[in-house]
Structure formats: structure tokens, C-alpha cells
């Protein structure tokens, strides 16, 4: 399917109207499996895969985190964070972490609806919200979370042919995750993960 056929309503038709019930850990299948199983229940956490309008078409915001940060520092994520108490569900916090990391504005988004859990070997149950973003200003990065933001052209994350795989060794066993290059970024791990499941929702397509 051309990239010009995908229209906005064909993506919301793909999607959950609704955030997805959490289930226990005991029901879900991790992306990877620690030697030691987590001791608590799952944590849960919601990203924003932001669709930005441009004149040239849409494209996908990402972040690469603060060198600062204690945990995966210098990766490539999109917003988001774990829902907050006081989040009213996962777009809320979506959106929340989205305006601490890069200052997008809630009044310039619109939740499209959410993608199936995604939950991690690091027992995260990370709910993805697709919003498009109609941005008024640059996005900035806030220095403490987030060391810069790009955008990744809509079209090439459609394209199959912009993914190849990306190999970890974790408690000595070898791990594949699906890896995007763009202009000097590399996107692995769990954010490339559903960056795939977005394309293969949107096309329609079962997992690869």
C-alpha cells in the first residue's frame, strides 16, 4: 500500500478506542525473559507515538534521552514515562510526559486511540497512545530527561525496507529486536519494537 493511500481515519480504524485493560504479569508474554522473574506486579507506563503534521507530510516524533539519566541514557524512546497516580489514564500521562520532555503542547494534540500492551522484560506494561500533533512552536527538550528530539518521516516508517535487526546478549542468551537508522539515529530495542507493531497495524499486516 502507497504511504499517500494511508489516510488518518484508516489509522484510527486500526486502533483501540479505549485504553486496553492491564492484565497480571502471569498472562503476559515479556519481550524478553530475565533469568529472574520481577517480584512485583507489572508497572504501568504509556508512551506517545506522535504523528506531527508538516507541509511535506506527517512524520514520527522521537526522543533521545538525557546522557544524564541513570537508565538507558543516550537511547532513542518516544515520550512517555509510568502513569502517575494521578493520571486519568494512559493518554493523560502520555501527554503529561510529553509536555515535560519536549513541551508539546495537550490543546495541539489529538488522541487517535491506543495499540495493544507492550509489556517488557523489565516488567513495564507500556500502553501506546497515537495522537496526531499539530505543533505551534519547535519542540524543546528538557535538558534533565531528554537530550534532543527528531522526526522521522512517515513514509519511511511504513516501508518495510527501512528495518533490519538488532542483537543484545542479556544473561548470556542472544536477543533480536527491530532496529530503524535515521540520519545518524538508531532506534532499537522497545521503541523500534512498536514503531513496527504501529506499521503493521496500520498496513494491516501480522507480526513479522
Known amino acids: 500500500m502507497a504511504v ?36 512485583r506486579p ?34 532513542i524512546a518516544f515520550p512517555g514515562g509510568k502513569l502517575d497516580p494521578g493520571d486519568a489514564d494512559a493518554a493523560d500521562a502520555a501527554l503529561r510526559e510529553a509536555g515535560e520532555e519536549v513541551g508539546l503542547l495537550r490543546s495541539e494534540a489529538r488522541v487517535l486511540g491506543f495499540m495493544p500492551t507492550y509489556f517488557t522484560g523489565t516488567n513495564y506494561l507500556i500502553t501506546p497512545v497515537v495522537a496526531v500533533v499539530s505543533p505551534s512552536a519547535p519542540f524543546v527538550p528538557n535538558p534533565d530527561e531528554v ?26 542468551r542472544e536477543h533480536r529486536t527491530w532496529q530503524i537508522d535515521h540520519e545518524g539515529h538508531v532506534i532499537w530495542g522497545i521503541t523500534a519494537n512498536l514503531t513496527r507493531q504501529f506499521r503493521d497495524l496500520v498496513l494491516g499486516e501480522g507480526p513479522s
Do not use: C
Open 147 to 172: 537530550q534532543a528530539v527528531f522526526e522521522v518521516p512517515f513514509a519511511r516508517v511504513i516501508r518495510k525496507e527501512s528495518y533490519s535487526t538488532y542483537s543484545i546478549r542479556r544473561d548470556g
Open 42 to 75: 507489572p508497572v504501568p507506563a504509556a508512551v506517545l507515538l506522535a504523528l506531527v503534521e508538516r507541509p511535506e507530510g506527517y512524520t514520527v516524533l522521537y526522543t533521545e534521552r538525557s546522557s544524564r539519566l541513570r537508565s538507558h541514557s543516550g537511547q
Open 4 to 39: 499517500e493511500d494511508i489516510s488518518i481515519d484508516r489509522i484510527v480504524t486500526r486502533l483501540l478506542d479505549r485504553p486496553p485493560v492491564l492484565s497480571g504479569r502471569e498472562q503476559l508474554v515479556p519481550d524478553w525473559r530475565p533469568s529472574a522473574p520481577p517480584d
